[in-house]
């Protein structure tokens, strides 16, 4: 077994609870880790036996667009995605970061981390 991830994904989005959130958008950052079996490409050295990155970022790039309340429900359905994108996928974990989130004080970033085992 092994970990494909992508750390550190830039979005700027329209994501929140508060109408102005959603209009105004905002600056997020969006960590994925994926459990998988690594063995066929660590011994073929082909593409084929692992998690494609590439893929994974274009999931996490589209439901990025998807405007949405609640940051539970972003990392929700990327990890939907992931896992019917990647059968071979045993779990997926995503960070989600909001900059600078409206609360009243000083807060550089609250972040959501969810995760599904198969």
Request: charged share 25%; aromatic share 8%.
């Amino acid at each position: 077994m092994g970990k494909v991830a992508l750390e550190g994904l830039e979005f700027f989005a329209y994501h929140g609870y508060y109408e102005e959130e959603q209009k105004l958008g905002n600056k997020y950052e969006v960590n994925i880790e994926v459990d998988t079996d690594l063995t066929k490409a660590a011994h073929d050295d082909i593409l084929s036996g692992t998690v494609n990155y590439e893929i994974l970022y274009k999931i996490v790039q589209e439901e990025m667009l998807i405007s949405s309340k609640m940051l539970e429900h972003v990392a929700g359905r990327i990890i939907s995605r992931a896992l019917s994108a990647f059968p071979e996928i045993t779990g997926v974990q995503v960070e989600i970061s909001k900059y600078n989130p409206p609360v009243k004080g000083v807060c550089r970033k609250a972040k959501v981390t969810m995760s599904k085992n198969r």
